[in-house]
């Protein structure tokens, strides 16, 4: 069974930094794309970053872009996503997705639709 599950959420100050990781069982992460995605309250899921499975791509939502980088370690079926610079329109619950995606464009790999496997979450509170 594909499961993930997400961990790292904290509070943080303004311009500070997180990581957090999703890590998967049940399947290895070299053939699912893994998508980070949040939802603030009030407002829609949105897309924020996807690691492909076809070829190892990365796309970031727009809002995060220069500030959150996404990777994997294979070893530890992991993947994190670094998030610098937090600002207090980042908070937000975050999700890690697994779909059998392959993307071949930024809105395809961000799209919450194309994942099958999420996890429960994981709150991320940006705050002086």
């Known amino acids: 069974q594909v499961r993930v599950v997400e961990s790292g959420g904290d509070l943080v100050q303004p311009g500070g930094s997180l990581r957090l990781s999703c890590t998967a069982s049940?399947?290895?992460?070299?053939?699912?794309?893994i998508g980070w995605f949040r939802q603030a309250p009030g407002k829609e899921r949105e897309g924020v970053s996807c690691?492909?499975?076809?070829?190892?791509?990365?796309y970031y939502a727009d809002s995060v872009k220069g500030r959150f980088t996404v990777s994997r370690n294979n070893a530890k079926n992991t993947v994190y996503l670094q998030m610098n610079s937090l600002q207090p329109e980042d908070t937000a619950v975050y999700y890690c997705?697994?779909?059998?995606?392959?993307?071949?464009?930024?809105?395809?790999?961000?799209?919450?639709?194309?994942?099958?496997?999420w996890g429960q979450g994981t709150q991320v509170t940006v705050s002086s």
């Open positions: 049940g399947f290895g992460l070299e053939y699912y794309a």
């Open positions: 997705a697994a779909g059998l995606v392959f993307p071949t464009s930024a809105a395809q790999a961000l799209d919450g639709n194309e994942y099958d496997s």
């Open positions: 690691l492909s499975n076809s070829d190892g791509s990365t």
